[in-house]
């Protein structure tokens, strides 16, 4: 009879946590003040723009608000990633900054969005927590370390950058000492 009494228990906090969790998400609301249909996920805004591009809608980036608390409890942690793209000096840029205890992440951003949603929260999170505690230049310093090591390792391979081939700069640096 005690299993019995300890099975109802369980069964009923299980149902009674579940009921909660529905609950929060009915908690949502789906107009704003004036009426207006409210749009929490850029997917749902995009399959009504499509419908509809001349959409009247309020958004509420949830996104963007879950990434920047996740990011900020990742910093409280001791945890920092950096993301970016330099095809050339990644590899360089990430053996410096992990001497920093940051880890990297290579990607591309996207430049069209949805109105309303900001899909880079937690990495501009991280690489604005990176400027504050290193400095505004700590990166591009790491990056112009990295590309001038990676021109004069590869000194017979082209590097353009700005119309200019940077093998004159650091390889004239280089022949000079």
């Known amino acids: 009879m005690h299993k019995v009494r300890i099975f109802f228990l369980i069964t009923f906090a299980l149902i009674s946590c579940n009921q909660k969790k529905i609950e929060k ?25 499509i419908k509809n591009n001349n959409l009247n809608v309020t958004v509420i980036d949830t996104f963007c608000t879950n990434q920047k608390s996740r990011a900020k409890e990742d910093i409280q942690n001791g945890k920092l990633v950096y993301f970016g793209y330099h095809p ?22 996207r430049d069209i969005g949805m109105p309303g949603f900001k899909p880079y929260c937690y990495e501009d999170e991280m690489n604005n927590e990176i400027s504050r505690k290193y400095g505004e230049n700590f990166i591009d310093s790491i990056f112009i370390v990295s590309q001038k090591e990676n021109v004069l390792e590869n000194p017979n391979v082209e590097y353009i950058e700005a119309g200019k081939d940077l093998r004159e700069k650091y390889l004239n640096i280089k022949n000079s000492h």
């Open 25 to 49: 998400k009915d908690d949502l609301k789906k107009y704003d003040e004036n009426g207006k249909l409210i749009v929490y996920s850029e997917e749902v805004y995009f399959k009504m723009w």
């Open 88 to 109: 050339r000096e990644f590899k360089k840029m990430t053996e410096k900054l992990k001497r920093y205890g940051i880890q990297t992440k290579e990607y591309l951003r």
